[in-house]
């Protein structure tokens, strides 16, 4: 079964609306997990970092006012699109790994961000 | 800068048709390579983990090997539900260096046909 919840799975709003992602890992604690953006028939773009208890990690070209991460449990982190436009649409997609396991990373199964 | 490449981007086989994927690096100190399988609308789901060159995994139609330059994803007598994305990625970043997160290659689209 599932070892990273993301929610929602997707998401339609009107441009300016703020959206907030939920990834959590179910049975492990992480203390590091990860922020992705998938465009279509595109890899994996890693745009972020994020530490339990301390600032997230950006990717060059990553604008962290647009994308807020907070990681305010060892099995919740939160990515907020702010004030999303048409441009902000996208798959977007976390991971998490076991920090006390030599595991691999698990990926939540992603949320579709739709901008009207 | 860690760099991954897989080829072909996208492979259609009839059932039954055996083939490889193949994932080339470019790393400083390998940590390990992963295979992940990834369908339509989800998250990628782990596969394989391999970390020195001569090792292999198998998981039912799939073979993962692995040497000092590349991995192969062996499938073999594929079924229509093996149809998906496969990507590999090997852990290590790019501008913000850390060993922790995967730098992935831009995946094969597999699709096979009954």
């Known amino acids: 079964g599932a070892v990273v919840s993301q929610h929602p799975s997707r998401v339609i709003c009107k441009s300016g609306t703020s959206v907030k992602i939920e990834c959590r890992s179910l049975d492990f604690q992480a203390t590091t997990m990860f922020w992705y953006r998938q465009f279509p028939k595109k890899s994996l773009m890693l745009m972020a970092t994020?530490?339990?208890?301390?600032?997230?990690?950006?990717e060059q070209g990553v604008e962290k006012d647009k994308f807020l991460i907070n990681h305010a449990s060892l099995t919740l982190s939160t990515l907020t699109v702010t004030s999303a436009h048409p441009e902000d649409s996208s798959f977007y997609i976390c991971s998490a790994r076991d920090t006390n396991a030599n595991q691999p990373q698990h990926f939540g199964d992603g949320t579709r961000l739709s901008i009207l | 800068e860690d760099q991954v490449t897989q080829s072909p981007e996208a492979l259609r086989l009839q059932e039954g048709e055996s083939s490889s994927l193949n994932c080339s690096y470019t790393v400083s100190g390998l940590r390990g390579l992963f295979w992940y399988r990834q369908d339509p609308g989800k998250g990628p789901e782990f596969l394989f983990t391999l970390y020195s060159a001569g090792e292999e995994k198998e998981k039912e139609r799939l073979k993962a090997t692995l040497t000092k330059k590349e991995s192969f994803l062996h499938i073999t007598a594929p079924k229509p539900e093996d149809s998906a994305t496969y990507l590999c990625?090997?852990?290590?970043?790019?501008?913000?260096?850390?060993?922790?997160?995967?730098?992935f290659g831009s995946g094969t689209q597999l699709t096979v046909l009954p």
């Open positions: 994020s530490n339990e208890g301390s600032k997230a990690t950006y």
């Open positions: 990625a090997v852990p290590g970043g790019t501008s913000s260096g850390s060993a922790r997160q995967l730098t």
